[in-house]
């Protein structure tokens, strides 16, 4: 039957006085009373009449906040369908009711919640689980009902979910907050779920790691709905009409892009543990709406419904136990091998058909609609009194079991659980509504949220050049650039980027409820590219980056140059909102080099900038007044009243920001000690002399020996590669090292130890008048240093200062200002490790890494390497570093920059890391060295020398050479007077030039891995060598290496060292490697074994069986034999592949197919007498003559093993996976139902 949405009321004028009491119901009105009583007799009926809160069952008496609002839905629906189809009064008095029924649940939610403000406080710095909100409390008493360790109640969806109901039942006009408290309090859960991006919670499903043993993990549904909490809470009054500013909430917009971008990266995986899950119908659908790629909506829905999809509805995620028959309800864990016991039966959850069904409402797909309607019809229960009611899943009786198995969605279920279900009932009603008109879709989401996806018109970056100075701006004027100075843009106000995080800082503070307001002091490129009002002035903000206390990256012109680029590109793809974002570029006196030209990278910058586009992004550039009306424009109001007070205090506030900022100059003039200083550039620098050198000799290179970067000590294969060629050292005309890596001409013999006795026998005055008496960067640094070891930061060293006392500390920050100004990197990096400094955002830039489910670790490998799995605080993240590199303060340094490059590369160009799971830092530090000692054919010691003295610009350039796979070759430069890391377009060097200058080539060539990528193994018998014709498909990629480039000694070698340092894997390793356990016994890495009950326990997909096979592989120590170890283990998964009835008759090492490989190697070698006759095929020939063979090395190869076999190419005839090919039709223990009759594989490979 089809019912009428009129509210039409029809009139009977003939009607008596009594029959005009009374107006007849419309077919809406009837069928509205028909939902109304649905609602009553399956939600509000179980709705506590005191707290107004919805018990988990009529046996549990305890309020699940996710619950609560999801049960809620519904009602808040129904009140929406009555305030439109209001037939009478009494319409109107439901709609009231229903609504204020809303405001109760929600309300006592919130009190339940503030009530446990402190540990809203505590867990903005700690984050931990046990100081989390909880996530259940007393149905009537709305006190907390188990232990803070008793639970997981660390669920950062269901407070985001809270939030983003609040937001739009805010915007449809109900009032839920009522004073400025709940505001504050409000706030402060912005700055709970804000950094949702890297917190591991216990997810949507309360257990975390699905073996449900208490393992909290990262989720992306958690990371979806805190997203779109913040985005849709952001500038929302939450007094709705009757509001002010100091009722609005403020959400940072750097904070909701990593949320997004973490999203992006997670989909359409949810954890670690749970390669899907359908937690995540609600983050690409309503209520979230959290992902704005529709691609990326399309994969995960798709993921969902192929991989858990069944006929009674949807799995919550591969291999769930919870209510099967096989479950033991008597245990509260599983055991990992049992989850495979639970395939193909778990339990199927209707409701999630219903968010299917919203789904294609919002999208306007009636086909998917009707068949999700009618799947959700075939399996709804009725009652007896008529009532449709949802139950919680469907579980697979125990006597249909293997049945099932044999054929999945063959069975008949039976429901389970609570019927009706108050989330999923909540949900069907919705549906309901929907579907008959009574709600339209923007009603429930009046917030629009369901048009994120829609293309955004291209974002244009405003770009403002300002001089901090008049002499700085009358420097550029006579190289053409015309800009204002910072004081002639009034009455705009530009301020530095930390006192907007001062500002930000302001925000929900209470003393009532003892809340301190935002926690974090960064503040991102999204919201300084705002600008600010704040009663009649607008203030305007500079990038942090430019902050010159933000670490010492601010000194490299170039680097900053480079970032600048970057966050235009960021902003292209990152800007969000209404107004173009406005970006300050600010030049001062180091944007000049030291004779005065305007810095070069600048030039280039300002000139492609005047073309109108700039890093692929639409520039225009001018002055703030000339953007002020295109800008986004932000409001400060917050700051007019306290929400303790009341009061509007501007004088108040505007004293506290002048105080800020004069604080911030004050710290800038403070007086230091004077060091002595070379003052003309012609005259030489005054040294200390020969008898004083002699006389602290064990104080000469001091710093050096505390150095852990190792090159050539552990690197037979560099060094034999090396000896070929002719070994040339950096040196001067007189034939000394640069003073950039050395204090004196004695340093390169002191390094001996230094005893206790020779401490003690130097007088620290002595060395503190000597330390007067030097020019010498270097020399003052030996002995500062010495001074920091011996005597500590704040010794009084009694020198005089205009400022009084000069401590020890002074002294080096002192040095470390000196070093900035005249780049001397490395020491720039030591003595920031002395005085402690650190990245301020260090701590996100090792979470971005983690989030994009990368294992990060730090300190050497052959010393004290230190894996680093979740997010950490920044003091103790610092302190961790510190302790991986003990003494070595100028690696700790070295190491949290090449942290922050690398979440600055996974941000950008994430594509670097799609085949590493593990980044670990200090091998990666080691291979830029030997990259150094390679190109520049220099010894270990003066590499790393080299390598610390990289600008920060370089560091981050040859970084990204090494991630990208390119070579990296030597050449003469012009006269550049430090070595630099420079692109190929460089210009060629010069001859006549007193000193020979270094920079790096690329020459850009694929991965070694990638010949992994495709299939087949036979290779034809062409011409010899490791540069032979590859096998179609799989090993095509060596056949164009060898094509296209020149035969190159060592090339190989360093491809796999590269790779090997770098944990690069081929694409699709680990569910291959899962696919090769499946069908086998177990396998031996490295003498540890791979169990194959592993799969057994996680699904191919999995996170956590990628991080235990890659936990396997790091026990290999040598990054080339690691290398082999994977060729070796791609072999077998293709011959699994390509024989799916293979199978294995016992265990097997993988040590033994590369041995095995290795003497088919030999064997060639000695046949057609090899370059590896000379070595370690001779001495396999003199063995075989003699005995039985063993495979040696005799040319110093990792493992035993040739440099020759390492430096042959994977395919051609004698490449390394042709031999291990040939190996392994001998040597594994396997049964092939193809073989011929003698029981031998046939193999192609000749």
């Known amino acids: 039957m089809e019912f009428s949405r009129s509210a039409s009321i029809s009139l009977d004028n003939n009607a008596t006085g009594l029959s005009q009491r009374f107006r007849s119901r419309s077919n809406s009105g009837v069928r509205l009373d028909f939902y109304q009583r649905l609602v009553y007799k399956t939600i509000l009926k179980y709705q506590d009449p005191v707290s107004g809160l919805f018990p988990g069952s009529a046996d549990v008496h305890d309020a699940w906040i996710r619950d609560n609002v999801y049960s809620v839905l519904s009602v808040w629906a129904l009140s929406l369908a009555y305030r439109k189809n209001s037939d009478l009064d009494e319409d109107r008095a439901k709609c009231y009711e229903l609504q204020q029924r809303c405001i109760k649940n929600m309300r006592s939610l919130l009190i339940c919640m503030v009530k446990q403000a402190a540990k809203v406080?505590?867990?903005?710095?700690?984050?931990?689980?046990?100081?989390?909100?909880?996530?259940?409390?007393?149905?009537?008493?709305?006190?907390?009902?188990?232990?803070?360790?008793?639970?997981?109640?660390?669920?950062?969806?269901?407070?985001?979910?809270?939030?983003?109901?609040?937001?739009?039942?805010?915007?449809?006009?109900?009032?839920?907050?009522?004073?400025?408290?709940?505001?504050?309090?409000?706030?402060?859960?912005?700055?709970?779920?804000?950094?949702?991006?890297?917190?591991?919670?216990?997810?949507?499903?309360?257990r975390g790691d699905k073996t449900n043993h208490g393992l909290p993990e990262l989720n992306s549904s958690s990371v979806g709905m805190a997203k779109a909490a913040l985005e849709a809470l952001n500038d929302l009054d939450l007094f709705g009409a009757r509001g002010g500013p100091a009722s609005v909430i403020h959400c940072i917009p750097d904070e909701t892009q990593k949320c997004h971008a973490v999203l992006q990266s997670m989909l359409p995986r949810e954890s670690n543990s749970k390669e899907v899950d359908a937690a995540l119908l609600c983050v690409i659908g309503y209520p979230a709406f959290a992902v704005e790629d529709p691609d990326l909506i399309h994969l995960t829905r798709h993921t969902l419904i192929d991989k858990l999809q069944g006929r009674y509805g949807l799995r919550r995620f591969l291999r769930d136990g919870y209510r099967t028959c096989r479950e033991d309800s008597n245990r509260l864990h599983y055991q990992p091998w049992e989850l495979k016991a639970f395939e193909n039966i778990e339990c199927e959850w209707p409701m999630f058909f219903c968010y299917l069904l919203l789904d294609a409402y919002f999208n306007n797909d009636t086909e998917a609609a009707q068949q999700y309607w009618q799947m959700l019809e075939d399996i709804i229960v009725v009652t007896d009194d008529g009532l449709k009611v949802l139950p919680e899943m469907y579980t697979v009786p125990i006597d249909k079991i293997e049945a099932e198995l044999k054929s999945p969605h063959s069975q008949d279920r039976c429901p389970i659980g609570r019927i009706p279900f108050l989330w999923g009932q909540s949900l069907y009603i919705l549906c309901c509504l929907i579907r008959e008109g009574f709600v339209a879709c923007g009603e429930i989401d009046p917030l629009c949220r369901r048009y994120i996806t829609e293309k955004k018109p291209d974002v244009v970056v405003q770009v403002v050049l300002l001089a901090d100075t008049e002499a700085v701006q009358e420097k550029l004027r006579k190289v053409g650039i015309e800009v204002q100075t910072v004081n002639e843009v009034s009455p705009i106000e530009v301020y530095p980027a930390r006192v907007l995080s001062y500002i930000y800082g302001q925000l929900g503070k209470s003393r009532k409820l003892a809340l301190s307001g935002r926690p974090s002091s960064e503040v991102g490129v999204l919201?300084?590219?705002?600008?600010?009002?704040?009663?009649?002035?607008?203030?305007?903000?500079?990038?942090?980056?430019?902050?010159p206390e933000h670490f010492y990256l601010s000194t490299d012109v170039s680097l900053l140059v480079d970032m600048f680029r970057t966050d235009i590109a960021f902003l292209k793809s990152n800007w969000r909102m209404l107004g173009r974002p406005t970006i300050i570029l600010e030049f001062s006196e180091r944007s000049f080099d030291s004779d005065g030209k305007f810095h070069p990278a600048l030039a280039a910058t300002y000139r492609k900038g005047k073309t109108g586009y700039l890093h692929g992004a639409r520039v225009v550039l001018g002055s703030l007044s000339d953007f002020l009306n295109t800008s986004c424009i932000c409001t400060l109001q917050f700051l007019d009243s306290s929400i303790d007070t009341g009061k509007i205090s501007r004088k108040s506030i505007d004293k506290n920001i002048r105080g800020y900022i004069d604080q911030l100059m004050s710290k800038q003039r403070i007086s230091k000690p004077s060091l002595p200083t070379q003052t003309h550039k012609e005259m030489s620098k005054r040294r200390l002399s020969r008898d004083m050198r002699s006389r602290t000799g064990s104080i000469a290179g001091l710093i050096r020996r505390g150095r852990s970067i190792q090159v050539d000590t552990a690197d037979p294969g560099m060094i034999n590669i090396r000896s070929r060629l002719p070994s040339q050292e950096f040196q001067t005309e007189d034939g000394q090292l640069p003073e950039n890596f050395h204090t004196s001409s004695v340093d390169k013999m002191m390094f001996q130890d230094m005893s206790e006795k020779e401490k003690t026998e130097l007088d620290p005055q002595e060395l503190l008048d000597m330390l007067q008496m030097t020019e010498s960067l270097g020399e003052q640094a030996e002995i500062i240093y010495f001074l920091y070891l011996t005597q500590g930061l704040n010794w009084d060293t009694r020198m005089t200062s205009r400022s009084g006392k000069v401590t020890v500390g002074d002294l080096i920050r002192e040095l470390y200002e000196k070093a900035c100004q005249s780049k001397k990197w490395w020491l720039v990096r030591h003595s920031a490790g002395m005085l402690d400094k650190r990245v301020e955002d260090l701590a996100r830039a090792v979470s971005d890494l983690i989030v994009h489910q990368k294992q990060v670790t730090v300190g050497m490998p052959s010393d004290n390497e230190i894996t680093i799995t979740r997010p950490l605080p920044p003091d103790e993240l610092q302190h961790l570093i510190r302790n991986a590199y003990k003494a070595d303060s100028s690696t700790?340094?070295?190491?949290?920059?090449?942290?922050?490059?690398?979440?600055?590369?996974?941000?950008t160009e994430p594509e670097l890391f799609h085949d590493l799971l593990r980044l670990r830092v200090g091998l990666i530090i080691q291979i830029m060295a030997t990259e150094l000692a390679r190109a520049l054919k220099c010894k270990g010691e003066e590499a790393s020398d080299y390598l610390l003295n990289l600008s920060p610009y370089e560091m981050k350039t040859l970084l990204h050479h090494i991630l990208s796979g390119k070579e990296i070759g030597t050449r003469e430069e012009g006269e550049a007077d430090i070595l630099k890391v420079v692109p190929v377009t460089t210009k060629a060097g010069r001859s006549g030039i007193a000193r020979l200058r270094?920079?790096?080539?690329?020459?850009?060539?694929?991965?070694?891995?990638?010949?992994?990528?495709?299939?087949?193994?036979?290779?034809?018998?062409?011409?010899?060598?490791?540069?032979?014709?590859?096998?179609?498909?799989?090993?095509?990629?060596?056949?164009?290496?060898?094509?296209?480039?020149?035969?190159?000694?060592?090339?190989?070698?360093?491809?796999?060292?590269?790779?090997?340092?770098?944990?690069?894997?081929?694409?699709?390793?680990?569910?291959?490697?899962?696919?090769?356990?499946?069908?086998?016994?177990?396998?031996?890495?490295?003498?540890?074994?791979?169990?194959?009950?592993?799969?057994?326990?996680?699904?191919?997909?999995?996170?956590?069986?990628?991080?235990?096979?890659?936990?396997?592989?790091?026990?290999?120590?040598?990054?080339?034999?690691?290398?082999?170890?994977?060729?070796?283990?791609?072999?077998?998964?293709?011959?699994?592949?390509?024989?799916?009835?293979?199978?294995?008759?016992?265990?097997?090492?993988?040590?033994?197919?590369?041995?095995a490989a290795y003497r088919v190697f030999l064997k060639d070698q000695i046949a057609g007498e090899g370059d590896a006759t000379m070595c370690c095929a001779k001495a396999e020939l003199l063995q075989s003559e003699t005995g039985p063979s063993c495979p040696l090395s005799r040319c110093g190869g990792a493992a035993g093993i040739c440099l020759h076999f390492y430096d042959s190419a994977p395919s051609g005839r004698y490449g390394t996976m042709t031999c291990m090919c040939r190996a392994a039709a001998v040597e594994l223990p396997m049964h092939f139902p193809t073989a011929t009759a003698e029981g031998l594989l046939e193999c192609n490979i000749s």
Request: glycine share 6%.
């Open 121 to 206: 406080e505590k867990f903005k710095k700690t984050q931990s689980p046990l100081d989390s909100l909880h996530a259940k409390y007393g149905c009537r008493t709305l006190q907390t009902v188990v232990g803070d360790g008793e639970y997981g109640h660390l669920q950062v969806d269901a407070v985001s979910l809270y939030l983003l109901i609040l937001a739009q039942m805010t915007a449809s006009g109900v009032q839920v907050i009522y004073t400025l408290d709940e505001v504050a309090f409000v706030q402060n859960l912005v700055f709970y779920v804000e950094a949702a991006y890297r917190i591991p919670d216990y997810g949507v499903w309360e």
């Open 998 to 1155: 270094k920079s790096i080539q690329l020459n850009a060539y694929e991965n070694v891995t990638d010949i992994f990528g495709g299939r087949g193994l036979s290779v034809p018998a062409s011409k010899a060598g490791a540069g032979d014709t590859a096998a179609p498909g799989g090993l095509g990629y060596a056949e164009s290496m060898a094509s296209d480039l020149p035969e190159k000694t060592g090339r190989w070698l360093r491809r796999r060292r590269l790779d090997g340092a770098l944990n690069r894997l081929p694409q699709d390793f680990y569910p291959r490697i899962w696919s090769l356990l499946e069908k086998s016994q177990g396998i031996y890495i490295c003498d540890v074994f791979l169990n194959p009950s592993l799969t057994n326990e996680m699904t191919a997909g999995e996170m956590k069986f990628a991080i235990h096979v890659e936990n396997i592989l790091s026990t290999v120590a040598q990054p080339e034999y690691r290398q082999l170890l994977l060729e070796a283990l791609m072999v077998l998964t293709m011959l699994v592949e390509y024989e799916p009835k293979c199978s294995f008759s016992k265990p097997f090492y993988v040590k033994s197919l590369v041995d």
């Open 527 to 547: 919201s300084t590219s705002t600008l600010y009002q704040l009663h009649d002035r607008v203030i305007a903000f500079m990038p942090q980056f430019l902050d």
């Open 892 to 907: 700790a340094m070295l190491t949290q920059e090449l942290l922050m490059y690398l979440a600055m590369f996974v941000r």
